[in-house]
Structures are given as C-alpha cells and as structure tokens.
C-alpha cells in the first residue's frame, strides 16, 4: 500500500466524515444518513487498504459536550489566567508536506497571537515585558545555546566558502582565457617575425645576394614596405603544392606533386564520370609480341607462333654440331 | 453548542476595560487555577521520547514528575499515582515497541482522557534552533480556528489549556511573556510549535507590530485516536476514523514488499500450467520432410 493511496484515501474519509459532522451541527436528527455516512466512511477507508472494522467510527457528541460543561473553567475566567487566543483567519495548510508553507501559517498564527497579546497587556497595563537586567534560568542551558551559535557559524562559513571557491573558479576560467589569447598574440608575432625573415631573403636572392647584409637595415625597410602581411597567398601556397616559392627542397616538391600533399585523401582514388570514360591508357593487345600488355597473359603470350630466336631442333643441332 | 460557547468567548475576551478592572480582580480572587500536571513515561522510553519528555516538563512549570511506570496494561496506577502526587491531569508517554510514542492526556480522577500518537517528533535539543526564553514564564496559548468548530476539538481545546496554561500566580512561574505555543490543525492533526517572542530592545514603549518571534522548539504532530469518558478508560466518545496505527503501517509495507516475489512465483507456475494445459496443435506440414520407410 502506497504512503500517497493512503493519504488520499483518508482524505476523502475525512471529507465525508467532517460533512457528517456539519450536517449534526446543523441539528438535522436523520440518523439513517448520518449512518450512511459513516459506512461509506469505512468502506472508503478499506479500499485505501487500513484494515479497520467495518463498523462506523464513534463520534458521541453529547457526551463531549457533557464532559466539556463538567471540566470546562477555561471560557469563564479572564484571559490573564490563560493567556490563551483563538486565531481569527481559518487557514487550512494544503499540503502538510510542504515545509515552508505549513511552518510560515503556523507562525502567522503564533505572530498573530503575540501581538494580540501584547495589546492586551498594554490596555490592561500589566507588566510583561522582561527587563533587560533580568537575568534567570533559561529553557536552553549556556552549553545548548553556544552549540546552536556553533551551528550558525559553521553554517554561515561553509556558506562564504562555497562562495569563495566559485569565485576562485570563475577567476580561473576567466584567467585561462586571458592566458589563452596572450599565446594566441604571441604566435601571431612569431609568424610575422619567420615571414619578414623570409621575404628579406627571397629579396636577397633576387638582387643576387649583392652587398653586405646588414640584417637590422634590411629587417626594418622591410617592416616599412610591407605591413600587411601576406595571409591569403600563403594560405593558396599551401593548398597547392609545387607552386610554393618557399619551397625550394625539390625532391619534397617532386613527391608532393605526384602523391599530393594537403588536401582531401579520402576517394581521392575513386573513379570520377571523367576517368572512369579515359580510354587513354587502354591498348589493344599486340600481335607482334614486342613489349606485350599489361596483365595476367603478359608471360604466354597465346598468340604467338614465331618467336625471333628459337632454338634449333635437337637434330639441327647436332649436324651444325658436327660440321 | 459551539455558536454558544463562542459567545461566552467574545463576552468574556472583549478586553479587559479600566472600568472592568476591579471586576477582574474579584474574578481572579474567587478562581484560582490550582492544575497541576503530572508527566511520567512507560518503562522502555527511548532517548528522544525521553527528551521530548524532559522539554515538556521545562515548558510546564506547574508539573511534577514521577518515575517511569512499569506496567502498560494497568493504567489505572496512573491515577493512583496522580492522586498521591495532588495532580489534576495527566501527561503520560506511553512507548510501544521502542518506537511508537502514545501520549494520554488526561483529567484525573474523572476525566476525560484523550490518547495521540505521537508523530513528527524533534525535540529541543535535535533542532538547532536559536530561539530560547525563560524557564517558567507564561506561555501564550494560540489554536486554530477548528478548535472551536468540533466538538472534540473543543474537548481538546480545553484539556490542552487546562495543561498548558501556567497558572498566574504559580510560585515556579515567572511574571513575564516571552513565548508562544501555537497549537494548529493540519491534515487531521494537532500541531504544537513553540515560538519566542522577539521585541526590539531600544524603546520603551514596544509596538506590538514590531514584535518578531523565533522558533524554540520542541516541534511534535498529535494524531488523535481515542477520547474515553473517564480517566485512563471508560466509555469512547471518539474515535478517529482515519487512524491508520503504526504497526498496520509497518504490516502494510512488509506486505508490499513481500508482494513483490510472492507476484513473481505465481506468475510463474501459473504460466507453466497454461503451458501444460494447451499444448501446441499438430501441424499438417510437421512430417512433410521425414524421411518415410520404404
């Protein structure tokens, strides 16, 4: 049985039973459905699974209210004798599991009360206030108290830490990306430094390594004639290899143009519409057996019926021998 | 009954005028509050039952305490015991099990006696609440407005006053106000709260809306099960049609929980019958590949 069947059901048993309970306030003496009442009560509450026995549930208000005049001194007696208020508004707390609603109506109904009773005091003019140099004996000893404090301030610490250390987090984050754009800044220089570097020589080179290298001069005429920096070209130079000016191993270049360098790898070897309709490299197979085609036949030859040297039958051969 | 009773009420708490004063004090002169509450547990009371208990007793100056009782099926010692001891009603902690708390509240000698269970229990020192306020000073009794609707709730409304109020000139108590005790209804049940009454220090005059209040504890739930007519027992004038009591909560769960296998072996033979009792028809093609003699 479910702990939520449970309430359910005695929800609705409570209903019925608090309708009952009107209908005998009202004063209508029909036993007979106050009865019906009851049973449905109890059938309602065995559905939800409290085995209880079926028969109704004692209410005996007469008696009640018997017992209440006999005992009862509380409503005769002025209220200094008992302090005691009935709070006005009829609230009802909806879900009782729901601990900041439940706790925040009992304490409207207990700061309600206080204040009432603060009025009354002050319109009776009785002393009630506790001086402040009235020291006594409290509920909570000294030793309870300093736990609760303890309790506060270990509340109040783990509460800053936490803080503290989300703050050290994001000041990390926050100090990784400063970092992470500083080396981003760095390689860019370093790459205009190579660049510069590079384009001095290559302009050396064209004037065919003439004069004296003064490499401070050279370096800032060339920071002077050239400030953007060829980006685009350098970019086009690497997807095309071969054509690169800067490259000058030739042997690398030789391989890059005949395998490829950069670029996409995958199907690069696949059939296109257009190679696969190449007939260039096809041969028809020749007849005269000089080079032959390409391919499994390329040993025996089938065709062939004359080969240029053939040896001489075995007969031939010994004649020729003994001349 | 009800409409009547409040009546009387709004007569009687129309506040008191300067007028009405001497009234008052000749009413005080011929009433004087002489309850006195005696609290005693079962043998058998864990720790936490015992410190609800012991915050109950700080909460009621006008209580005495008295060793743990050793019976749980003759409460009628209970009465002896009030009887010997002056007292006028009763708080009794009655523990089953080493886990259910029972409270009886009760007027002695002739009562009524009403029985709770005890729910939601967290006593004064699990709560690390920073509210306190003197030992032994009066208490404001607030209760909800249902207490005034139902008949026994009205029954109820008076016993806990009747044991809750300290008495005004009571030598234990202490002549101030500084807490409340809220009794509340919710869900079928009586709440209790105990609160502090906070007022700002510098005036000398206190705003009665300037008042604040924290929370001291205990905090408890009181499930109302049974109201006898007499002290201890005697005829029922109510019983709680809702009360579900621990034990079938527990039995409920158990069962559940055993359920769940007991669902599975079930099933299982009871497929294995079906199986056994519908066996499969014989097909037309079965034999078409057997190899037939001959």
């Known amino acids: 049985m479910g702990n939520k069947a449970r309430k359910a059901a005695d929800k609705a048993a409570m209903q019925q039973s608090s309708e009952e309970e009107s209908e005998e306030v009202m004063g209508s003496d029909d036993e007979g459905v106050s009865e019906e009442l009851g049973l449905q009560t109890l059938t309602a509450s065995g559905k939800g699974g409290n085995r209880r026995p079926l028969r109704e549930a004692i209410y005996d208000m007469d008696a009640m209210h018997e017992k209440l005049e006999d005992i009862g001194w509380a409503d005769n007696v002025p209220w200094e004798e008992t302090l005691a208020l009935t709070h006005e508004d009829p609230y009802e707390v909806e879900n009782v599991d729901d601990d900041m609603a439940r706790e925040l109506a009992f304490y409207n109904q207990a700061l309600a009360a206080a204040q009432e009773a603060i009025r009354r005091f002050d319109a009776s003019q009785t002393p009630w206030l506790r001086p402040p140099d009235y020291y006594a004996e409290m509920v909570k000893s000294d030793q309870h108290m300093a736990k609760v404090k303890e309790q506060l301030m270990f509340e109040q610490r783990s509460i800053e830490q936490a803080e503290e250390r989300r703050k050290q987090r994001e000041q990390k984050q926050y100090s990784k990306q400063v970092q992470a754009e500083k080396q981003k800044e760095r390689n860019a220089a370093k790459k205009k430094q190579i660049e510069s570097v590079t384009n001095m020589r290559k302009q050396r080179e064209k004037s065919g390594f003439a004069g004296e290298l003064d490499y401070d001069k050279e370096m800032s005429a060339l920071e002077r004639k050239g400030r953007q920096p060829k980006q685009q070209g350098k970019a086009k130079d690497r997807m095309q290899p071969g054509k690169s000016k800067a490259l000058t191993n030739k042997p690398r270049a030789a391989k890059d143009a005949k395998y490829g360098f950069g670029g996409k790898k995958s199907l690069s070897k696949q059939n296109t519409a257009d190679s696969a309709a190449n007939m260039s490299s096809f041969r028809s197979q020749k007849r005269d057996g000089k080079g032959g085609g390409k391919g499994p036949k390329k040993g025996k030859p089938g065709g062939v019926k004359k080969p240029a040297m053939k040896r001489p039958g075995k007969a031939a051969r010994a004649k020729k021998g003994k001349k | ?294």
């Not at chain 2, 709730?153 to 044991?163: D, F, T, V």
């Not at chain 2, 005829?235 to 621990?246: D, G, I, K, M, Q």
Request: glycine content about 4%.
């Open chain 2, 1 to 294: 009954m009800a409409k009547k009773r409040k009546q009387t009420d709004t007569e009687e708490r129309s506040g008191p005028q300067p007028s009405q004063k001497e009234q008052a004090v000749e009413d005080a002169h011929a009433f004087k509050n002489k309850e006195k509450v005696l609290i005693l547990s079962t043998r058998g009371i864990t720790f936490r039952y015992r410190h609800l208990m012991n915050d109950m007793i700080d909460l009621i100056p006008h209580c005495k305490k008295d060793s743990k009782l050793d019976t749980k099926n003759d409460r009628n010692v209970v009465n002896e015991v009030a009887d010997m001891k002056g007292c006028t009603s009763v708080l009794f902690f009655e523990v089953r099990k080493k886990m259910d708390l029972y409270l009886w509240m009760a007027k002695t000698p002739s009562g009524p006696s009403v029985k709770f269970l005890v729910e939601n229990i967290h006593t004064m020192a699990e709560l690390k609440l920073s509210g306190n306020h003197l030992k032994g000073s009066r208490p404001v009794l607030t209760f909800h407005k249902a207490f005034d609707e139902q008949p026994h709730l009205q029954l109820l409304k008076e016993l806990l006053i009747q044991i809750y109020a300290t008495p005004k000139r009571h030598h234990k108590c202490k002549p101030f106000c500084d807490h409340v005790l809220a009794f509340s209804v919710a869900d079928g049940r009586v709440w209790f709260r105990n609160y502090q009454v906070v007022v700002p220090l510098d005036k000398k005059k206190v705003n009665p809306d300037s008042a604040s209040l924290v929370e001291v504890g205990p905090r408890f739930c009181l499930n109302p099960i049974k109201v006898f007519e007499g002290s201890f027992g005697g005829r029922t004038l109510y019983e709680n049609a809702n009360y579900v009591s621990p034990n079938a909560l527990r039995a409920a769960a158990k069962r559940a929980s055993a359920q769940k296998y007991s669902d599975t072996v079930r099933q299982r033979t009871a497929r294995k019958e079906h199986v056994a009792s519908h066996p499969m028809p014989r097909s037309d093609l079965e034999d078409l590949f057997v190899k037939k003699d001959g």
